[in-house]
């Protein structure tokens, strides 16, 4: 469901500005001080733990976000049960988006493994189609999902509406990758509308939903049916990972599977710096337009890159953080098997690309794990969807955290993988 164009375009960039560096912080790790004194330590764990600590990793991951996304869907079923739901109600839903945004976020790490994610062969989410992009397809053309509701479709049916998936007669781009309906961006969509805004999110009203038997009905029961299938698909990949039941756990653990396990996570971690997080969504840093930005409804998108890097540095440490500074787990990380040398400067700059995005947004982000209102020196504090135009002040931040993500820390990852033999090669 990717903008494959686009992102060939993105990683191409990234290339372009390889060798332009910018500073990082100080490691923060334990080993700092062995660090200055050009010590080394040998790996601290064998590959075998660290890879059932990936597993765990990925099993408590997906059940966070599937809990959040359940949280938001239980929600949703009572804002649809009312005809004429408030203000409040809208902001609640919002706000538990939010949450659900930040626990998902956090699983995208994950990705491009040839796990359960979004590899079809692995988990089909539905007959056909791998999960992630019936979650998390983006750009999307929202119009599509307006003429969907209008248009005498079904909106209670989940199969009607995975139908009409990539049908250009609904939408007005002429581009199937951008009919998409089901998933985060969707139901973004659905909760703020188009965001035309310099100094806010898109306003949707709550009377947007309002009625019996009205559109503003059909609204809400949409709403409802893509919502509640979200948390399915969660679901459905949790189980994957589940170690009492998971088939592909099984599979991803088995002694004689080691190397192959290794090297998918070695290669999906590369793809996903290269091409999505630190490549396709910053593309908006070319194309300076609001509706290049990754959650351009709720201008959250400030959080998708924060927690991007938190779900690559909790693989990296081997924790299980959502809020800054807080571990709920902790074990092997792929850095324990590596020896320090090795592991270069990755760590900090994992963390330098997270720390640059303060999530400060009060009319959309308050609800986030993360939020402050007092952001620290030399952080992102404008809106993305300003900062993206080369004429805002801070658009030379997000040109620089796109070379730190697509190139230097990229390399250094390449150069850890190698050193114990594994060769990244970037889908």
Same mark, same amino acid.
């Given at each position: ?12 960039f990234?290339? +372009? ?13 334990? &080993? ?10 040998p ?13 765990? *990793?990925?099993?408590?991951s997906?059940t ?11 929600? @949703?079923?009572?804002?649809?049960? &009312? ?12 706000? $538990? %988006? #939010?949450?659900?945004?930040?626990s998902? *976020? ?8 040839k ?6 062969? #692995? ?10 992009? $019936?979650?998390?397809? %983006? ?10 509701i ?13 139908d ?5 007669t ?9 009919? @998409? *309906? ?9 909760? !703020? ?37 979200? #948390?399915?698909? $969660? ?5 994957? !990972? ?13 002694p ?12 999906? *971690?590369g793809?996903?710096m290269?091409?999505? !997080? ?35 540095? &909790?693989? !990296? ?14 074990g ?23 720390? $640059? ?6 009319? +959309? ?8 209102t ?9 809106r ?5 135009s ?7 931040k997000?040109? &620089? ?8 820390l ?10 114990i033999?594994?060769e990244?090669?970037?889908?």
């Amino acid at each position: 469901m990717r903008n494959i164009h686009t992102k060939i375009f993105s990683i191409l960039f990234s290339m +372009t500005l390889f060798g332009s560096l910018i500073s990082c912080e100080g490691p923060g790790s334990d &080993n700092s001080a062995a660090a200055i004194l050009g010590l080394d330590i040998p790996a601290s764990a064998t590959k075998s733990e660290f890879l059932n600590r990936y597993a765990a *990793l990925a099993f408590e991951s997906y059940t966070q976000a599937e809990l959040d996304a359940s949280n938001l869907s239980a929600a @949703v079923d009572t804002f649809e049960s &009312n005809s004429a739901p408030s203000e409040t109600d809208l902001t609640n839903l919002r706000n $538990l %988006w #939010v949450k659900a945004r930040a626990s998902y *976020l956090i699983t995208e790490g994950f990705r491009f493994s040839k796990g359960p994610i979004d590899e079809a062969p #692995v988990l089909e989410c539905e007959t056909g189609s791998a999960c992630e992009g $019936l979650l998390n397809a %983006w750009p999307l053309d929202e119009d599509a999902v307006d003429t969907y509701i209008t248009s005498g479709n079904s909106v209670t049916s989940f199969a009607s509406i995975y139908d009409k998936i990539g049908d250009t007669t609904l939408g007005t781009e002429d581009d199937s990758e951008k009919i @998409v *309906l089901t998933g985060y961006h969707p139901i973004e969509y659905i909760l !703020w509308g188009k965001d035309t805004s310099s100094t806010g999110a898109g306003n949707r009203p709550a009377s947007y939903f309002n009625g019996t038997g009205t559109t503003g009905h059909k609204n809400r029961q949409y709403l409802k049916t893509i919502t509640n299938r979200l #948390v399915v698909h $969660l679901a459905l990949i949790k189980a994957q !990972w589940d170690p009492s039941t998971g088939a592909f756990r099984a599979t991803f653990l088995d002694p004689a599977n080691e190397h192959d396990s290794l090297e998918h996570i070695f290669n999906g *971690l590369g793809s996903f710096m290269a091409g999505e !997080w630190g490549g396709e969504r910053l593309t908006g840093v070319i194309g300076e337009t609001q509706e290049e930005e990754h959650s351009c409804f709720s201008d959250t998108t400030k959080a998708d890159f924060y927690y991007d890097a938190q779900g690559v540095l &909790n693989i !990296w440490t081997g924790n299980y953080s959502i809020q800054k500074g807080v571990n709920i787990s902790s074990g092997p990380g792929l850095s324990d098997i590596l020896s320090l040398k090795q592991q270069g400067g990755i760590q900090s700059e994992i963390e330098s690309s997270r720390n $640059l995005f303060c999530i400060n947004l009060s009319d +959309t982000e308050s609800a986030d794990p993360n939020f402050t209102t007092s952001c620290p020196a030399g952080s992102l504090t404008h809106r993305f969807d300003q900062a993206i135009s080369s004429a805002d002040s801070q658009h030379g931040k997000l040109v &620089n955290v796109q070379r730190l993500i697509g190139s230097t820390l990229n390399r250094d990852f390449v150069s850890a993988a190698a050193a114990i033999g594994f060769e990244v090669v970037p889908e």
